[in-house]
T-cell receptor
Framework: GAVVSQHPSWVICKSGTSVKIECRSLDFQATTMFWYRQFPKQSLMLMATSNEGSKATYEQGVEKDKFLINHASLTLSTLTVTSAHPEDSSFYIC?????????????FGPGTRLTVT | SQQGEEDPQALSIQEGENATMNCSYKTSINNLQWYRQNSGRGLVHLILIRSNEREKHSGRLRVTLDTSKKSSSLLITASRAADTASYFCATERLRSNDYKLSFGAGTTVTVRA
């Protein structure tokens, strides 16, 4: 099956620093990738939709300048949390849609746990 | 935005029993999907049911969809300890020119050995 990886799987950073999270589709090309965040014992909230070669579409309430998304190739999207604060601590999950498969199939990465101290 | 609401929030059952959880949503959808998430891990896709389908089976899983009531249920039969996880429904609909998923709050299932 289609595999999506995320790196790093966990990261601890100091308040005020920036952190980059990578999302890669390993065995397929993904024209669209999605970024979600999940707080403990809560649901996934869609942050933004990333299309290869174009600007990301952010959901209402998500700060574009704080969560920078770059979908530079058909297999890689990155999420950079800029000037991180403790309230940004969360579980970030990406998913990718295989451009060769049925429209509704999304494959999820294993997630990245970010802790901001 | 979170469209789905699930109940119960938590469910504890004995191994071998069936587990049923429900999901309700608010707007029209293209399809509804169920996912499983083990603690601290990513999501595993379980089953998808299209808006024109009423019931679907996959192994020990049975999903129903009632579009008139805007609700779905997931039944896990003959549960096993390995079924212990959080289960989320997700509705897919067209938003901002793309098909996106909105997740429910999830049901945490604990299967006791």
């Amino acid at each position: 099956g289609a595999v999506v990886s995320q790196h790093p799987s966990w990261v601890i950073c100091k308040s005020g620093t920036s952190v980059k999270i990578e999302c890669r589709s390993l065995d397929f090309q993904a024209t669209t990738m999605f970024w979600y965040r999940q707080f403990p014992k809560q649901s996934l909230m869609l942050m933004a939709t990333s299309n290869e070669g174009s600007k990301a579409t952010y959901e209402q309430g998500v700060e574009k300048d704080k969560f920078l998304i770059n979908h530079a190739s058909l297999t890689l999207s990155t999420l950079t949390v800029t000037s991180a604060h403790p309230e940004d601590s969360s579980f970030y999950i990406c998913s990718a849609r295989d451009q060769g498969s049925r429209r509704y199939e999304q494959y999820f990465g294993p997630g990245t746990r970010l802790t901001v101290t | 935005s979170q469209q789905g609401e699930e109940d119960p929030q938590a469910l504890s059952i004995q191994e071998g029993e069936n587990a049923t959880m429900n999901c309700s949503y608010k707007t029209s959808i293209n399809n509804l999907q169920w996912y499983r998430q083990n603690s601290g891990r990513g999501l595993v896709h379980l089953i998808l049911i299209r808006s024109n389908e009423r019931e679907k089976h996959s192994g020990r899983l049975r999903v129903t969809l009632d579009t008139s009531k805007k609700s779905s249920s997931l039944l896990i039969t003959a549960s096993r300890a390995a079924d212990t996880a959080s289960y989320f429904c997700a509705t897919e609909r067209l938003r901002s020119n793309d098909y996106k998923l909105s997740f429910g709050a999830g049901t945490t299932v604990t299967v006791r050995a």
